[in-house]
Structures are given as structure tokens and as C-alpha cells.
């Protein structure tokens, strides 16, 4: 069980709190605004509308408080719960700079952007109420979370070298743990940080009598990535609603003119205001056009600029990064034709069938259960139900594709080997995502690829929620 933030959490995570809500509520333009072109170009509407960007983070130096917070929250609770959960006594992360294990940026402070020289974190269980020692061979403190060790020979001088690796068989010997665990897996990218020449070095400089102890830490180094601090959510909510706000904007006439705008002219939009709000991004975003008589949605495709025409449904894969978090966020638009009020009863249909995919699915998310077994469990569901759709589900946190079981690929619905056999825990995050096809009679019958893509939280109690809301209704191009 983690606990609850100190007083001094708490205020950091007010003040990101305040910014990021004032941010949202400023970036998404009032109803009438997104409506207000009345024709124009996109150009006029865009300048008519133009306002300051306003700041979606606090300052740098705030983000960096918050961020140091949780990564102490992880390195004094979390782990050490998990290296007595899979009974590690001392786990080592060694890796240089420019080519770091993928746990390590999970093990630093935010002020920390590469490894220094050759880093090496040792971490040893003491046993008791002693706890896990942290101690750095290479770089610093971390804000005074890790020991630093320095060259015994000479003062002030940074450890490099043999007598780097000298200094470490020297702390294992003394400790003399029974175990020792280092980031090796043949399924998992999140546990197979330990490059092939570290590893040569190691097991020469430990000899036989230590190297035989070597093991993988494939189950520690997934979890520890995995496990959601409840401190991280209030940030990680707010930036859902900007999420939601920019996609809302992005499928509006305040960047849409039908029979002018092109799929391509929107992901750049998306990419521009992400760029001056001062956010990242972890992949391109996508922008895909489906229209009557058009072939569907081909996933491998990229396409050509499309034009986006009156009566086009749209689909939007969007992500954010902020404070070594992202978002990956899926939602459907449709553009009115002339004299159209609503959108098409057939087209709506499609979306509710995708949002009760989305509900058979969380209902049968539970932790310990495998992916794979949750996979096979709503498929099932969904068959009984009618409905023709594939769920491609996946952890989301500290990497857009996160550390954790997977629930199905998009083409692999008979279950995914090795990374589908990982069970859910609490305290994690995913992106809920999954497509559902519905035959449109409005379109003669053809088929329509609905995409959709949101967060959501399973607590310490292991119960499952969206992190802010999902979409149930199409977003509107006027």
C-alpha cells in the first residue's frame, strides 16, 4: 500500500494543480468561438481567435520539485516493497551515457539527462527495518537519494575505469548479498537495460563466486516502471484535459474548412500548439478520413494528404509528454453535410458499440488476472454481444507504450506470448484502446472503423476508472 504525499507534496502538486486547470480552461475556446468562422477561411477564423498560449505547466523549476517528490516516494516505497515482493537482495543498474537502461530515467531526478561517464546504482536490501541502501558508482546524489561513492585514491576525483569496477566487487563482497539481480529479459524492453559489453565486464570483474549469483530482474524492473504513484494523478488528469480540449479545437471549424483543410494541415496544428505550450510529444499524431464509398481505416497506410470533405468521419491518435509522463488519446469527428443538424443515426451507433467494447473490457480488468486472459475474456463478451470489433490495449506512465501486460495487438487478437502472460497489478495505468466495425445504412451498409483510445487508472484497491472522462459523443465540424 503506498501512502499519501507529505505536507510538502501536497503544495507542489496545489500549485501544478492550479496552473494546469487554469491552462485547460484557457486553451479550449468557448462553444460559440468554435462556431464563430461563419465561412471564413481558416486562416481568418484562426486570426480572430488567436490569443496568448498560456502556460500548461508551472515553471521548470516547479515540474522539477514535483517530479524529485515522486521519484522519492518510489525510491524509499516502492521499491523496496518490490525487491522483498520478488525477493531481490541487491539489484544493479549499470549503464553509460548516450546508451541507458530504459529503468534508469525511472531512477534519476528530473535534472538528470544521461548517465554520466558509466553509472552504476547499487541497491541492497539490509533486511528489516534497515531498508535498501541506494548507492551510486557514477554521478551524483540524485538530490541526496543516492550515496555517491568517489575515487579512494584521489580527492574530488569521479570513479572511472577499473577502479570503478574494482570498488564495486569490494561493496558486493562486503555485503555479500545471496542474490544479485540485474536487467536481463529476452521478452520485456523495460528489463533488458544491461548491454552486452557491461555484461561481459561484470561477470569477468565478479569472477565465479559472485557471478553465479547473478539473476534476471525481469518481474522488478517491469513493476517498478509500471507502479503509478496515487501523487502523480492530479498532474496526470490535467494533462487529459488538455488533451481533450486541443482535440476538441482540432476537429472544429477553428482549424476545419471542409473542402479546403487537409488531414496533414490538422496534425500540424496539434503538433504547433503542443510546441507552444511547452509540452512534447512521443510520436507523430495521425489524422485518418473515412467517407462513403472510401475503402476503411488501413493501420500500416500513409497516406497521401486527404482533403477533408463535408459528411467525412474523422479519427485522431494524439499523445502528450510532460514531466516524464505521457498520454496516448484516440477520439472520433464528423463534419456536417449541408442541411445536416446532427450526426447520422448509423454513425453514432458505430460509437456506442465502440464504448461498450470499452466497457466488457474494463469490466474483466482485474489485477492478476494475465493479459491474455483479459483479452480472451472480452472477446468472448464481445462475440455474445454482437459486436465486431479488436482490443489492442496497453500500460501507459512513464512511456507512452509502458511497462506491463499487454492486452492484445491490433493484429494479434489470439493473445500476445510472454508480454501478454504478465498479470495486472494495482496502482497502474492504461490506455484503454480498441476498435469496434459498424455497418452504416446511411453509407449502403459499408462498414465504419471506429478508433478509440482513452486513459484509465486501476487503484491500490485494484478498482478501474478513466483518469478524466471517455468520449461518447462525436466531436462536430460545422
Known sequence: MIRSADVTLSRWLFVVA???????????????????????????????????????LPSLREQAAVQQEWLKLRLEIVLPQLMRRHNVKMWLVLCREYNEDPVFFSLVSPTTFAARRRTIYVFHDRGGS????????????????????????????????????????????????ANIAVNISATHAFADGLSAGERE????????????????????????????????????????????????????????????TTNEDVVWWLRQRVK?????????????????????????????????????????????????????????????????????AGIKRALRNANRLQDLLMERMEPRRTGNEVLAATLAAMKAEGIDGSVYTHPVGDHGHGAGPLIGLWDRQQGVPGRGDVRLIPNSWFAIELAARTPVPEWNNQELWVGQEENAAIDGQGRISWVLRRQTEYHVVR
Not at 488538455?242 to 479545437?249: E, K, M, N, P, T
Request: overall charge neutral; proline content about 7%; glycine content about 10%.
Open 18 to 56: 492550479c496552473c494546469l486547470l487554469i491552462a485547460v480552461s484557457c486553451v479550449a475556446p468557448p462553444a460559440a468561438a468554435a462556431q464563430s468562422s461563419g465561412g471564413r477561411p481558416p486562416s481568418e477564423a484562426r486570426s480572430r481567435q488567436k490569443t496568448r498560449t498560456p502556460p500548461v
Open 130 to 177: 534497515e531498508g535498501v541502501e541506494r548507492l551510486a558508482l557514477g554521478g551524483g546524489s540524485n538530490g541526496g537519494l543516492y550515496t555517491v561513492y568517489r575515487d579512494p585514491e584521489v580527492e574530488n576525483r569521479e570513479l572511472y575505469g577499473e577502479g570503478q569496477w574494482v570498488l564495486l566487487k569490494k561493496l558486493i563482497a562486503e555485503r555479500a548479498p
Open 201 to 260: 565486464k561484470l561477470e569477468t570483474v565478479l569472477g565465479p563466486e559472485y557471478t553465479h549469483r547473478i539473476v534476471r530482474a525481469e518481474d522488478l524492473a517491469l513493476e517498478y516502471v509500471e507502479t503509478r504513484l496515487p501523487e502523480m494523478m492530479p498532474t496526470y488528469r490535467r494533462m487529459m484535459g488538455a488533451v481533450h480540449s486541443l482535440i476538441s479545437r482540432a476537429f472544429s471549424n477553428e482549424v476545419i474548412k471542409p473542402g479546403v
Open 276 to 344: 507552444d505550450a511547452g509540452l512534447g510529444t512521443w510520436f507523430q499524431p495521425t489524422v485518418r478520413v473515412q467517407r462513403a464509398r472510401k475503402a476503411g481505416v488501413n493501420i500500416l497506410a500513409e497516406d497521401a494528404p486527404v482533403v477533408i470533405e463535408r459528411g467525412d468521419v474523422l479519427h485522431v491518435d494524439f499523445g502528450i509528454t510532460a514531466m516524464r509522463l505521457n498520454t496516448d488519446t484516440q477520439h472520433m469527428g464528423y463534419v456536417l453535410r449541408f442541411g445536416e443538424r446532427d450526426v447520422p
